[in-house]
């Protein structure tokens, strides 16, 4: 266990009642007898730093969770209900809750979109997702949007085992699949192909980070839909 590990673990009690706070920062290095610069040096920006180790904890939870499923009998629907799943179970609800307040200020609001769509690539990427052209976007879009709204509906879900959330989280999921029969339907249209060799030739610069680009060494194809 690393020392951010610790100070984390020390601060989650601490931060039920005080919040992703400084004041649960301080509690917690005493409790451990962590000095305030090696805290300090830890988390930098504080409470949003703290937040946000939480939050990765929760995706590396989910990742080793799912590595431990056999997904290959499983829908691919199911596949990511199963993950947006596990992802909430692996976390504190109120501890979930006091981070919702915390991302909603301005001033985190960036971090929290950015740790959204971190959970969302984790997602992809851990049920095998190779796309890397336009795909690579609109999937973590589609399923960033998909994961906030089961989680801000699971902070006020009150059903037996959540049950209500899980079948909101099915609703939603059906609407993207839906979105994607359509896009592909759209794909088989010949004027579809028309745009793609014309104004459609912007998307052909549309690459995953870290992708090269075309003319350099490894460089990708257009990805395709899973």
Known sequence: MT?????LDAA???ALFDGWSAAAIEAARADIGMGAEEAQALLPRGAVDLALAYHRRGDAQMIEALA???LSTMRFRDRIALAVRIRLEVVDKELVRRGFSLFALPQHAGDGSRALWETADHIWTALGDTSRDINWYTKRASLSAVYSATALYWLGDESPGNAETWAFL???IENVMQFEKVKAQVKKNPLFETFM???GRVFDHVRAPGTPREGYPGHWKT????
Do not use: M, S, Y
């Open 3 to 7: 020392a951010k590990d610790e100070l």
């Open 68 to 70: 431990n499923q056999d």
């Open 197 to 199: 060799k014309g104004p």
């Open 170 to 172: 099915d609703r939603r």
């Open 12 to 14: 989650l009690n601490h």
């Open 223 to 226: 990805g395709t839909d899973e």
